[in-house]
């Protein structure tokens, strides 16, 4: 059972924007930190965005920063991905999942974590 949903993805031209949303139960929306994650063809892995649960704040990867911004709606347990001056890099799956904090911690350890909780993603487009 699917306990992310994804949407808002799309087709669009080279510096458009697109809007995507991803809506979580309570119990994981009040416990982790939302992420945005997206899988591009012939590519690994990449996480776009984290934003906290505690206090709201967030984390950019370098190729999105200045033209993404995460943000969440606590009334509608959903997170959003707004995505500015889209380039055809941008093209991929994108997928929302939690926990993206306990990622990061064990990214710079170097240790393995699997986040158990995903969407089944939102195919974005970006026509050159």
């Known amino acids: 059972e699917v306990q992310l949903v994804e949407s808002g993805g799309g087709l669009v031209q080279t510096g458009g924007s697109l809007r995507l949303s991803c809506a979580a139960p309570g119990f994981i929306f009040d416990d982790y930190a939302i992420g945005w994650f997206r899988q591009a063809p012939g590519k690994g892995r990449e996480e776009v965005s984290c934003?906290?649960?505690?206090?709201?704040?967030?984390d950019y990867a370098d190729s999105v920063k200045g033209r993404f911004t995460i943000s969440r709606d606590n009334a509608k347990n959903t997170v959003y991905l707004q995505m500015n001056s889209l380039k055809p890099e941008d093209t991929a799956v994108y997928y929302c999942?939690?926990?993206?904090?306990?990622?990061?911690?064990?990214?710079?350890?170097?240790?393995?974590?699997?986040?158990?909780?995903w969407g089944k993603g939102t195919l974005v487009t970006v026509s050159s």
């Open positions: 934003i906290s649960n505690s206090d709201g704040s967030t």
């Open positions: 999942a939690a926990d993206c904090r306990g990622s990061h911690i064990a990214a710079i350890r170097g240790i393995h974590y699997v986040m158990d909780f």
